[in-house]
């Protein structure tokens, strides 16, 4: 028996999440968003609730997609895959048809890779981890889980982006750098030397204007 698929938050990141699953010919059962009104629909997928269904549910029956977005917090799409997940419900790997993916590629449970993805070998992904449209990933990367590359972003070689963090959009990072745990790259940034975690970096070269509370 195929599992019913239900794609949770009904927003901005959602809608191109469930762009991204018309376009793989994935047949959505519902959105799941308490602040939407039931039978309302989403590119003509039906709102069915809150995420309060999944308590009807058997975890086993049901394949599920994080719509939650991170702008530029990851804390909430973070919370809700680890809450789920420990309540064995499990994620979709979503992978556009466009995306390119090198050999000795590892992407996690419920990493999202948007159109025009490319990741080139030995790029390892964590789980819930969100891989925007557009983006590029040069040989060797690492995301971490829960961490947000957003459209246009570019990753060379070795770079490593560490559990949480966010990169904002078309940002530039250098070779071997890595970027900490909840640490934020402000769109258009170029990081050229390491980003200590928490710390939120913008501009070119990218300097720290604050602290990600
Ligand atoms: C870095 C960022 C998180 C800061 O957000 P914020 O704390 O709300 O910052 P503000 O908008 O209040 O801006 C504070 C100052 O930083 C500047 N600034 C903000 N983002 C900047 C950026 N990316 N590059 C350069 N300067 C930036 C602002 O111009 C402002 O300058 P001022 O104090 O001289 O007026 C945000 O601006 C950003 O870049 N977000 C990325 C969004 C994105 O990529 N979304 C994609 C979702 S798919």
């Known amino acids: 028996m195929s599992r019913a698929v239900y794609v949770l938050g009904g927003g901005g990141h959602s809608r191109v999440v469930l762009d991204t699953l018309l376009a793989s010919m994935v047949s959505v059962a519902g959105v799941l968003d308490s602040n939407m009104t039931v039978g309302e629909r989403v590119f003509n997928v039906p709102v069915m609730g809150g995420d309060d269904l999944l308590d009807t549910l058997a975890p086993s029956a049901v394949l599920l997609l994080n719509g939650l977005g991170a702008n530029p917090n990851t804390r909430l799409r973070a919370r809700l895959f680890d809450d789920l997940k420990a309540r064995r419900f499990e994620f979709a790997v979503l992978r556009h048809p466009s995306v390119v993916m090198g050999v000795e590629c590892h992407v996690g449970q419920g990493v999202q890779m948007m159109a025009g993805v490319v990741l080139q070998p030995r790029v390892h992904v964590g789980e819930n981890a969100v891989i925007n449209t557009n983006v590029s990933v040069d040989h060797d990367c690492a995301i971490g889980t829960h961490a947000f590359v957003s459209p246009g972003v570019v990753l060379s070689g070795h770079v490593s982006i560490a559990e949480s963090a966010f990169v904002g959009v078309g940002a ?33 070269p990218a300097v720290k204007v604050g602290i990600n509370e």
């Open 172 to 204: 530039v990072l250098l070779p071997h750098v890595s970027i900490g745990e909840h640490a934020v790259v402000g769109g258009g940034g170029v990081v050229t030397e390491n980003v200590p975690a928490g710390w939120i970096v913008v501009g070119n």
